[in-house]
């Protein structure tokens, strides 16, 4: 593979560091990465004092996750500026939303007499994060090698947590999917929708295209080969940027995958110099 494009580190959900993602890419002969980050931009940041090998090319961008009427629309954004204030105001207010939501839905199943935990606890493992999300709280339970009540960690994640499937989720979420187009294209990069088959709703999906959505994600683990031909078909048809990762979070991968599994091939996708 030529270019993953769809990578999260220790700043969002991810379990490496922004070094040792570049330094698998190296391993698995990837040419280009870019880190993407749910609502953050830390991972690039700390990135700028390191020394990365010069011929790995990588694309500074995130993933603004959109909580909306139980649909999961997530937003990429690619070739922005990491330190233009508008960005850092939005993801800021995000990441508030996303961590009073799930201080909220975590205190709703501990009423449920899910667990005995604290959320001091879950804060003072997870130190230097801004957004707490069901990830989160997760993971300072599996430091405590804590265990819920009647049922397994994921079990309580899919229960409580993910707002796609949770029996009743609390939500302090404003932002939009739209804004989120906005905020990227106001500081002059390109967003894309990405794996447009989990809003599961292609209604949505074209509404952000006419909104000013300019790229499709065709290549993921969630597509099968029948998705790739459609999304790809939809992307030529509106002049769209193809893109595609593995969606890599480490070991919280969603899927079985290996890094650099899925992406862009090789060197002749527009987006790869689009704003080269």
């Not at 405590?144 to 009540?149: G, I």
């Not at 593995?246 to 704003?275: I, K, P, V």
Request: aromatic share 10%.
């Amino acid at each position: 593979m030529y270019a993953d494009l769809h990578l999260h580190s220790i700043y969002s959900d991810g379990t490496n560091t922004p070094v040792e993602l570049c330094a698998l890419a190296q391993q698995n002969k990837i040419s280009v990465i870019s880190i993407t980050d749910h609502d953050s931009i830390d991972g690039i940041k700390a990135l700028q004092s390191e020394s990365i090998p010069c011929e790995l090319k990588i694309i500074p961008g995130t993933e603004l996750s959109i909580f909306n009427n139980r649909k999961m629309i997530h937003i990429l954004g690619y070739y922005i500026n990491i330190y233009d204030e508008r960005l850092s105001s939005f993801i800021n207010q995000m990441s508030d939303e996303v961590t009073r939501s799930n201080k909220a839905n975590f205190e709703y199943a501990h009423s449920c007499k899910a667990f005995d935990y604290s959320w001091e606890r879950v804060l003072e493992l997870n130190p230097g994060q801004s957004r707490i999300s069901g990830s989160n709280i997760i993971k300072a339970m599996k430091i405590d090698n804590y265990h819920p009540h009647n049922m397994s960690l994921r079990d309580m994640y899919f229960k409580y947590f993910l707002y796609t499937s949770a029996e009743k989720y609390i939500s302090f979420s404003t932002l939009n999917e739209y804004d989120a187009v906005d905020v990227i294209k106001a500081i002059g990069g390109i967003p894309v929708i990405a794996h447009p088959k989990e809003i599961e709703d292609d209604g949505i999906v074209m509404k952000l295209v006419q909104h000013g959505a300019m790229g499709l994600e065709i290549f993921h683990p969630s597509h099968s080969k029948g998705d790739v031909v459609k999304y790809k078909q939809i992307a030529e048809a509106n002049n769209l940027y193809i893109t595609g990762g593995t969606d890599w979070h480490g070991e919280n991968n969603r899927f079985n995958t290996s890094f650099g599994m899925y992406g862009l091939e090789n060197s002749m996708y527009a987006f790869l110099t689009a704003r080269s």
